[in-house]
């Protein structure tokens, strides 16, 4: 069987990025034998472009057909001031909803070798592995109503709405009780239910599905408080499940710990195991077209989705590793260099890359 990838490189560095990851992907399947073919779509401000549309019929009809989707990133300065609705972030939260992909999995690594370049000390970092599991498909996100309203008074007033159904936390629930049983069996359970009905529901039901993980111990923590535990002793977690939008900043935040956020990969995989998997940064206007971007979050990228969704863990294990080996022989790209480090461009990263897997 060959499995289908969607492969949407977007706007901005997503084009540089991706020629590297597909380049690892072809390596793959020349010198491995994995089995894959890839088609391109647009996405983003690229379809806003060229079909008026973030999100157009196309490349839609393309993910839905696919077996894996891999993004690069979306975004930019010249789309910036459309309306809402047709803004290249539309089409990325259009993937997410419209594939059913509730489930974001935001793993923060430290590699040993980058302990330097984080912002935080070593001894703060060092071993870092941290499981950010978000919620991806609701909360305020998505919720209704929504928009910008005139009161009476002429005076304008935004509003969103922050819900969630228990059906909806308790799936979300058990991917983060799955994934700790494969890890350090421990959940951090992060919401605001002090303040936040929304997230008292959260609290509620995260404490009911525990009782079916009894090796789990489940502890609950504000978001608040989570931020600052992240940067003051982030390794005293193991699993943290979170909302769309409270996992959305914990996620940049954890990013961070590691070095760059240039480094962090994620899948987001509907109920089947079906996923999208894109690396967790942006597209990085002001860098863009200068080849400097650091392609390592969407190769590594490749490597989840060898995982979760190709079923191939050892040409995961090879990615992962060649990543490593490339790290470990001094390349680095801008955003994680240190002194006496190599500085090598985004594809010259993904051709050391590539090489160390040929190497291996
Ligand atoms: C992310 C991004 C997106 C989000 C944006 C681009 C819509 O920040 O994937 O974390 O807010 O989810
Ligand atoms: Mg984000």
Known sequence: MTYKIAVLPGDGIGSEIMAEAVKVLYALRDDFGLKI???????????????????????????????????????????????IALRPEKGLLGLRSGLGLFANLRPAILYPQLAAASSLKPEIVAGLNIMIVRELTGDIYFGQPRGIRTLENGERQGFNTMVYK???????????????????????????ANVLECTELWREVMTRIARDYPAVTLSHMY?????????????????????????????????????????????????????????????????????IANPLATILSVAMMLRYTLEAP???DRVEAAVNRALDDGYRTGDIHTAGMKKVSTSAMGDAVVAALRAA
């Open 314 to 316: 050892d040409m995961a």
């Open 166 to 192: 228990e059906s909806e936390i308790e799936r979300i629930g058990r991917v983060a009780f799955d994934s700790a049983m494969k890890r350090g069996k421990r959940v951090c359970s992060v919401d605001k």
């Open 37 to 83: 073919e890839c088609e391109h779509a647009l996405v983003g401000g690229a379809g806003y472009d060229a079909f008026g549309t973030p999100l157009p019929e196309p490349t839609l009809k393309l993910v839905k057909q696919a077996d894996a989707v891999l993004l690069g990133a979306v975004g930019g300065y010249k789309w910036e001031s459309l309306d």
């Open 223 to 291: 978001v608040d408080n989570a931020a600052m535990q992240l940067v003051r002793a982030p390794k005293q977690f193991d699993v943290m499940v979170t909302g769309n939008m409270f996992g959305d900043i914990l996620s940049d935040c954890a990013a961070m710990l590691t070095g760059s956020i240039g480094m962090l990969p994620s899948a987001s995989l509907d109920a089947q195991g079906k996923g999208m998997y894109e690396p967790i940064h942006g597209s990085a206007p002001d860098i863009a077209g200068r080849n």
